[in-house]
């Protein structure tokens, strides 16, 4: 069962304009949603989080909301940069135990100049 | 350096054979992950470390995997037996403590069983 779930395989967004990327998720017992960005060959790297009692977090470029009622996350860019393209991914981290991070199944993002 | 560490960054290895694949967390991070990604998925948990001891083992696939943490720094992943469906990207990561909310991820082990 795909507790965290990234329907969208690819998003093509041009240079300056905003880019969304979605998450869905079905476990309630989840404290912490990250999205993480990956680059070719590389590591995820930790772009922005936001607690389970937020609705909102800001970053500079980088906006995520959270609907609890919905079970939805998304990630906002903007704006969108040749240098955000990559492949970004939604984890969200279990209250209990080891708060391991359960991921999606991650969006390739590339922003067109 | 200042980030997680993994080595080798490739390895390409015969079905049956056994490998060995390191994990050189930050200095100081007392949690520790071991994850694996297959082609066109997200990240899967394998086994979390809190310090030397492995706190949760429930995403192992089996027993020919297994993982150790000797002094709670550095962590080896063991594979027996390896087979061609081990084959896969395994990220370590490692998090400051229980509290601390980010995790960092190394460049990742790319496994190959020929």
């Known amino acids: 069962d795909q507790q965290v779930k990234q329907n969208s395989p690819s998003l093509s967004v041009q240079e300056g304009r905003i880019s969304i990327l979605n998450c869905d998720y079905t476990n309630s017992m989840f404290d912490y949603f990250l999205w993480y960005k990956k680059y070719p060959a590389e590591g995820p790297t930790f772009l922005i989080s936001i607690s389970s009692i937020k609705d909102k977090n800001e970053d500079g470029r980088f906006t995520v909301f959270l609907n609890k009622s919905a079970k939805h996350l998304s990630l906002h860019i903007v704006p969108s940069q040749p240098g955000d393209s990559a492949v970004y991914f939604c984890?969200?981290?279990?209250?209990?135990?080891?708060?391991?991070?359960?991921f999606g199944q991650g969006t390739r993002l590339t922003i067109n100049p | 350096g200042a980030g997680v560490s993994q080595t080798p960054s490739n390895k390409v290895t015969e079905k049956g054979k056994y490998v060995e694949l390191r994990c050189d967390p930050i200095?100081?991070?007392?949690?520790l992950y071991w994850y694996r990604q297959s082609l066109g998925q997200g990240p899967e948990f394998l086994i979390y470390f809190q310090g030397t001891g492995a706190a949760d083992d429930s995403g192992l696939p089996n027993d020919r995997f297994f993982a150790v943490r000797p002094e709670g720094s550095v962590s080896t992943l063991k594979i027996q037996r390896t087979e061609r469906g081990d084959s896969a990207v395994y990220l370590c990561?490692?998090?400051?403590?229980?509290?601390?909310?980010?995790?960092?991820f190394g460049q990742g082990t790319r496994l190959t069983v020929v």
């Open positions: 984890a969200a981290r279990l209250i209990q135990g080891a708060q391991k991070l359960v």
């Open positions: 200095s100081g991070h007392t949690a």
């Open positions: 990561a490692s998090r400051l403590g229980p509290d601390s909310n980010e995790a960092f």
